[in-house]
């Protein structure tokens, strides 16, 4: 296996690490995605910057694309997707749909859809 498979998500999960840790040093915050977008809706004014600057980083970071010279054993597929959770019982019970859409070269029809429902409970 190439280096370069393993480093670059061993990179990207530095950087995500990093990123939250300075959140809760710097601001007392937690990076919990739900949250963020929730508090966005519903913050005051001047609680609204760090949010969108936040989520902007999460959606250009995705954008990023390693350099054509690294060679990689990974299928080269793009990816998109969202989902909806709803919680029960004070947030011991999630209910969550994610939907995520595929393409590239790697897949035999040059596209993929994959749905997923999940139910977690946690105690």
Known sequence: MPVSTILAPLIGGVLIGTSALLLLWLGGRIAGVSGIVGGLLAAPRNDRGWRVAFLAGLG???????????????????????????????????????????????????????????LQLAF
């Open 60 to 118: 250009l970071g995705g954008a990023v694309r390693p350099s054509r010279i690294l060679t990689t054993s990974l299928a080269r597929l793009d990816e998109a997707g969202g989902g909806l959770n709803y919680y029960f019982l004070r947030h011991a019970l999630k209910l969550q749909l994610d939907y995520i859409h595929t393409w590239g070269p790697a897949l035999p029809l040059g596209r993929g859809d994959q749905f997923r429902l999940q």
